[in-house]
């Protein structure tokens, strides 16, 4: 046991008791550990929005490949492309079409080329049954041997998955009319039989019946607006007025219809950025950087971090860092696609030369120098700033785990960062570090030539960071849980101190297993063999934890809050993971699965089942210490609930696609018939998706109508902004929704005053446009390097300036190379190539510029939507109406698809999907007129609503500037019993017993 000084360490930390008062030095530009805290937990919460987007972008693709993609007007132009959809099944009511024949409507002539809009299929659609389907009708049952035209109700079918077919895809029991045998005659599909090979009778299928869609003999209903056609004529040809019409019987072949599908490329993109996003900027930063900031130095009874200036440069560089990430997605090629791991040579130069690839490099740098500052503040702060009476066995499980995490980040994360320099020199300079071969021209041929390079040295630097990362996203989650099972259950945790060996024979471990990740990359056998049993091993102390775990609940009087259920989603789903772990770390299995979806399950229930339900516990745990008030409770409990069914409807069943050979990083499945029987579960697994994402909502709401009103004012309108300013500024500079024929993309260029024009982008800005941008754009730096100047004191004011004045200059030069006002002399030279560059960030800076009085008006919006809420006592009216809402919203995935209806064998309520949606809001409805629930958002709970006994409950809510009045005394640990004396079962640590009355041994 150590104890320290009382005054050691403490005092010299933000001016003594008195912190700052000016608004953006307290709460924006803060040195306060606990602001810092929360910046990372509001980035955090930010990012996993953008992330879970993604993720739904990467499963919506995987479910309907190449099908019409919802979200395409949300991604800049060049991720999708337009292509004709020939299957009709695939047709939606109120898409635009255009006529490629010319048609007779009312007496007038409509030409080709003229735009419609599909009104619908007055008439079924014309099929064809196949022979081997077995039909039935009065007559009975037989198998056909030769092909019948029939017609079948759209409603009945659906497309098939298969983009390339025109095929309809029919569910045993439908019922189709037969076209030969005229009037009604109708007949019932049964199965396909087919013969396999080698076998002397036929196979009977009970799965889907594909049915050949007859374009030619279907009709659609279209409406055709007034217009000119053709819209840009040949020379000498006149325009042709189109009245008005509606046309009731035009043949499907004569009208093409088409869709915005993503190319293979851009669903690269998607998973890359999904969990680069969610492991760099959501994971470790909320994990770390939230929870670490904000309870660590309050645990241990410190008053701020060891180096309070050096926490805040940890959390502003991550900011740039992330801006990079979003920025590569408007870049010319778009942003990276090698995957979170980027293996060269998928991303070197000659494979990947794509500015976005650079972006993603210099991003994943950023953030890994933001986190060996903030995990030198940690060791520092745990090792010399603990409270008198605070010895090391003496901390609470969350400390101990952020003090393993921040070792592990110390020793591995500059691993990572040399690695990333030695990719971006090879991406920049030429060098060869990891690229095996080298193209060069020899008297005009191109001749490949050994360069030296390395590929599988950048999987021992990537994989020897990003090994221990696992546990650096896990292990702050183990302490947190640990934590909150102990003050739930009412018990101390079961085996402390294993507990801490455990966490250390984790990490210690963990630097030992890197290579079990490339096992397939030609490794020694015995190599191999050393890497998959040290890995099994580290199985030892994860179970210690899970048992220990365990014990703490075992007799336990368990209360289940929405933290403590959580906590408990933690061990489940961890436990999950960690099983499927096993499988990976035998070699011989890992060489079958390793490239397959089972690699995902794993890491999402370890990362998600695990992280994710962690920070979600520790969200619920510490946000009353955090900002004073109270999260609704029942709408906690919901938010799990919801929470767990849609996770492990998505993720469980990925295990069962893997063991099928499902690949990871496949844009569709259904270019190989062998896995196309894999595809029903895509679908399902990306409902689940879609559930799970609406599961958050009422998160995101008990969360921010829970703030204090001011901050949640603001951290409203931050969200906002950085949701959709992303979306403003690439509509305005690569025209997204150019020619739209939307009422939203109309009104929204008539709000902005942009007119596309053909040919160059840098002309869809005219002069006044440009001039405005660059003024709105300067005008925000100037007001945010005020704000920021005001803020500190001389000394960092300097440094601002600094930092200012050189960024004011380059966007005055970009200003005037895009302007053409300065001219570029010699474009070859070195200085000449790099004023070409910078001219074509031009369109970007006008862009931006002109989303800034758009910002304005979001933030000027939630300002009178908030005021105007609460004078009419709107919070109070949305509480209601979550109950009939949340679930309709929650269940909405699967009732408004197709697919489930076909699952379920009745097709033909997918007319009646949005009644049967609209009968799911009737229990909320029972249960708020019987019971007539009065929730409270965001009450004040007192400073220990849990009746905890660590420190950061022994000060108030939120704590005050230096965290304690004065630096307590530590008399006992986290988890010891109470003395007999005392009525409580959980003694505060710096609570001294009644003189004379022995302390009890601790545990």
């Not at 024949?101 to 007055?122: M, R, S, T, W, Y």
């Not at 993503?262 to 950025?273: D, V």
């Amino acid at each position: 046991m150590s104890t320290h000084d009382n005054d050691h360490g403490h005092d010299d930390h933000g001016g003594g008791h008195h912190g700052p008062t000016h608004f953006w030095s307290k709460y924006v530009f803060s040195t306060d550990h606990k602001i810092i805290g929360i910046q990372f937990l509001f980035s955090g919460l930010l990012f996993v929005i953008l992330g879970g987007l993604l993720a739904l972008g990467v499963r919506y693709q995987l479910a309907w490949p190449m099908q019409d993609v919802p979200y395409a007007k949300l991604l800049p132009g060049k991720m999708t492309s337009s292509a004709p959809e020939s299957n009709l099944a695939l047709w939606n009511n109120g898409h635009p079409v255009t006529l490629k024949e010319d048609q007779l409507v009312n007496g007038a002539k409509i030409p080709a080329g003229a735009q419609a809009f599909l009104h619908g299929f007055p008439e079924r659609l014309a099929v064809t049954i196949q022979p081997g389907t077995v039909v039935k009708d009065d007559a009975g049952e037989r198998t056909l041997t030769e092909p019948l035209n029939a017609r079948v109700d759209r409603s009945e079918v659906m497309g098939d998955y298969n983009n390339h077919k025109t095929e309809a895809r029919a569910i045993p029991g439908t019922v189709v009319t037969l076209d030969e045998k005229g009037g009604e005659h109708r007949v019932t599909l049964e199965a396909t039989e087919y013969m396999e090979p080698g076998a002397t009778t036929p196979t009977r299928s009970t799965g889907h019946i594909l049915l050949a869609i007859r374009s030619a003999d279907t009709v659609v209903a279209l409406n055709i607006p007034a217009q000119k056609v053709p819209a840009q004529p040949e020379p000498g040809q006149a325009q042709i007025d189109v009245p008005a019409a509606s046309a009731q019987a035009v043949p499907a072949a004569n009208v093409e219809y088409t869709k915005e599908t993503l190319s293979s490329q851009a669903y690269l993109q998607l998973f890359t950025m999904h969990a680069s996003i969610m492991i760099f900027f959501v994971i470790i930063p909320t994990l770390v950087g939230a929870f670490g900031n904000f309870v660590v130095p309050i645990m241990i009874g410190a008053r701020d971090m060891a180096f309070p200036k050096l926490n805040a440069v940890s959390f502003w560089i991550s900011i740039p860092a992330g801006l990079l990430m979003l920025i590569s997605f408007w870049t010319d090629a778009g942003s990276a696609f090698g995957g979170w791991t980027s293996y060269p040579t998928l991303s070197t130069a000659a494979y990947a030369p794509n500015i976005g690839t650079t972006l993603w490099i210099i991003g994943v740098g950023l953030v890994g120098f933001s986190s060996v500052i903030g995990a030198l503040n940690y060791v520092t702060t745990i090792i010399n700033m603990r409270a008198p009476g605070m010895g090391m066995f003496r901390m609470p499980l969350t400390v101990w785990s952020i003090l393993i995490t921040a070792t592990l980040a110390l020793f591995s994360t500059p691993v990572l960062t040399a690695a990333m320099v030695l990719l971006l020199l090879d991406r920049t300079l030429g060098t060869m570090f990891f690229s095996p071969t080298l193209h060069v021209m020899v008297n005009g041929v191109d001749t490949v030539r050994i360069a030296g390079g390395q590929p599988l040295m950048w999987q021992h630097l990537f994989w020897f960071y990003s090994h221990p990362a696992v546990y650096i996203m896990i292990l702050p989650a183990m302490g947190i849980v640990s934590d909150v099972l102990s003050t739930f259950s009412r018990k101390p945790v079961f085996g402390y101190k294993p507990m801490v060996f455990a966490i250390c024979g984790i990490a210690g471990l963990g630097f030992i297993v890197w290579g079990h990740h490339m096992f397939q990359s030609g490794m020694n056998p015995v190599l191999g063999t050393t890497f998959m049993a040290s890995t099994i091993m580290i199985a030892v102390p994860s179970a210690i934890k899970t048992f220990n775990w365990l014990g703490t609940l075992w007799g336990g009087n368990i209360k289940f809050t929405p933290a403590m259920l959580n906590a408990l989603a933690f061990v489940s789903m961890f436990v999950i993971g960690g099983l499927s772990g096993i499988f990976m770390a035998s070699a011989p299995v890992d060489v079958y699965i390793h490239d397959t979806y089972f690699i995902v399950a794993h890491i999402h229930y370890v990362l998600f089942g695990g992280s994710m339900f962690g920070i979600f516990a520790g969200i619920y745990y510490w946000f009353p210490k955090m900002f004073g008030r109270q999260l609704n409770q029942k709408w906690g409990v919901i938010h799990f609930w919801m929470n767990i069914i849609a996770f492990n409807g998505t993720f469980f069943t990925m295990h069962i696609l893997g063991v099928g050979g499902h690949p990871r990083r496949y844009a569709s499945i259904m270019e190989y018939p062998t896995l196309q029987h894999l595809q029903p579960l895509n679908v399902f697994m990306t409902i689940c998706a879609m559930m799970l994402g609406m599961a958050q909502v009422p998160f995101f709401y008990n969360f921010f109508t829970c703030l204090p009103r001011k901050l949640g004012r603001a951290m409203a309108a931050f969200f906002i902004i950085m949701l959709t300013a992303p979306a403003v500024i690439g509509l305005s500079a690569w025209d997204m929704w150019a020619g739209s024929g939307t009422f939203l993309g109309r009104q929204f260029y008539a709000l902005v005053g942009m007119v596309p024009s053909a040919g160059d982008v840098a002309a869809h800005f005219s002069q006044t446009q440009v001039t405005l941008g660059y003024i709105f754009l300067l005008g925000a730096i100037i007001v945010i390097s005020g704000l920021m100047f005001r803020s500190y004191t001389t000394g960092p004011r300097w440094t601002i300036a600094c930092s200012v004045l050189p960024l004011l200059a380059l966007i005055l030069t970009i200003w005037r190379l895009g302007t053409g006002v300065m001219k570029i002399a010699d474009a070859d030279s070195f200085c000449g190539a790099l004023l070409t560059k910078l001219a074509t960030w031009h369109v970007g800076l006008v862009a931006i510029g002109l989303a800034v009085p758009y910002i304005l008006l979001i933030v000027a919006l939630v300002w009178i939507i908030w005021a105007v809420g609460g004078a009419v006592r709107m919070p109070q009216i949305l509480q209601r109406l979550l109950y009939p809402v949340f679930l309709p919203a929650f269940l909405a995935p699967v009732l408004l698809k197709h697919d489930f209806y076909m699952w379920i064998g009745m097709p033909s309520l997918i007319d009646h999907a949005w009644a049967i949606l609209t009968l799911t809001a009737l229990p909320g409805l029972l249960y708020l007129i019987a019971v007539r629930p009065r929730d409270e958002f965001g009450y004040a709970p007192g400073d220990n609503p849990w009746h905890a006994n660590s420190l950061e409950w022994c000060t108030t809510s939120p704590p005050p500037f230096t965290n304690f009045d004065a630096i307590p005394t530590v008399y006992r640990g986290a988890y010891e019993f109470s003395s007999p004396v005392v009525t409580e079962d959980y003694l505060p640590q710096p609570k001294a017993l009644p003189p004379g009355v022995v302390e009890p041994a601790g545990h």
